[in-house]
């Protein structure tokens, strides 16, 4: 069977990550390369080993697959230029798959060229694409959301399967939400530290030691989530329902930070969701501690 030839607008980070993957597992043969700098398609392509430097979107050949990887600002007006393109050339966009990777947008950010007659998609590889030399080894074993037309999911399932993705179809309307949902998960925690480390400062605490004293306790913790879940992993005043403990909590916060309030009152209310999953304490107790998170200073 012939491997297919993928085009890729966007080679940074993610592009050149997933084309350097198919190709080295021989899923691919690597088409045109653009992007506006043809410094970076020319490093994508020495990363890569493969692929043709195109300085415009017109001078583009036709390919099976295309891979749009900009910025996703700018993945609705990639694909109208490409229809422009194409519009002066007989070639046909039927059986040709197109996909971005944003987790924010579904494939209608490409129904022009569905209405072409192209099999659109998007693929959604959760995964951190800072360093793609780690990338490309660290790879097998992410989670990659799907979504789009049948002819481009079945194509892209195989694709991010052979280079070890375990895929998770997705529906089109969910995507914000999960989106949302992925960065609280990640994005969130970067915050999350840095406010705790903010208040360990408060508390007296110099730098140094605030980060020897969080990032065990971090890393501890997402071992336990990892291992129990949310519900079994929770540990801590909430779950003991210590209201002593937690009034002199919120009090030392009043005291320092209306923004480190709200935070600890707010997922405080979410703690009080899974300490109540665990049954260990009675109905007085939990709704004790949720009229404490409910009260504005
Ligand atoms: N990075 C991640 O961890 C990650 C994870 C999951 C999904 N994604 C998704 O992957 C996509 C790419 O993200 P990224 O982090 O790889 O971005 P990136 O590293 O900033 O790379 C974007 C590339 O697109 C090119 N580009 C920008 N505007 C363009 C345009 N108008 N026409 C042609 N090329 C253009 C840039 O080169 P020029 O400036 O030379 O044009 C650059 O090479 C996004 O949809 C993002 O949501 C990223």
């Keep these: 069977m012939q491997i297919p030839r993928i085009n890729i607008i966007g080679s940074g980070k993610l592009g050149r990550t997933l084309i350097r993957l198919f190709a080295d597992h021989q899923l691919v043969e690597i ?7 043809p410094v970076h398609s ?3 392509i020495e990363f890569c080993s493969g692929g043709q430097l195109c300085e415009s979107i017109d001078n583009m050949n036709a390919a099976d697959i295309w891979l749009i990887a900009t910025p996703d600002d700018a993945i609705a007006e990639i694909a109208e230029a490409l229809i422009e393109t194409f519009s002066k050339t007989p070639l046909s966009w039927t059986d040709t798959v197109v996909f971005h990777a944003s987790g924010l947008h579904s494939s209608t950010l490409l129904e022009a060229l569905k209405n072409k007659g192209a099999a659109i998609a998007s693929a959604h590889p959760v995964h951190s694409f800072a360093n793609p030399e780690q990338s490309i080894i660290s790879y097998r074993g992410t989670t990659c959301t799907l979504e789009g037309d049948p002819l481009a999911t079945e194509q892209l399932s195989h694709l ?11 529906q089109a309307s969910g995507k914000a939400l999960y989106h949302a949902a992925t960065v609280l998960g990640s994005n969130y925690l970067a915050a999350l530290q840095q406010s705790a480390l903010d208040m360990l400062e408060q508390a007296g605490i110099a730098a140094p030691d605030a980060k020897q004293i969080l990032q065990p306790l971090m890393a501890q913790s997402l071992q336990n989530l990892q291992n129990l879940g949310p519900v079994e992993a929770l540990t801590g005043p909430i779950a003991r329902g210590d209201i002593q403990t937690l009034t002199a ?4 916060i009043t005291d320092q930070d209306s ?3 709200s935070l600890y009152k707010e997922l405080g209310k979410v703690a009080l969701q899974l300490a109540r999953q665990q049954a ?17 200073p």
């Design 42 to 44: 020319l490093a994508a």
């Design 259 to 261: 923004q480190h309030l």
């Design 249 to 252: 909590h919120l009090d030392a």
């Design 160 to 170: 991010f399967t052979e280079i070890g993705s375990t895929i998770i179809p997705i």
């Design 280 to 296: 260990h304490l009675d109905d007085a107790r939990l709704a004790a501690m949720a009229r404490l998170f409910s009260t504005t």
């Design 31 to 37: 088409g045109d390369v653009f992007n506006r700098s």
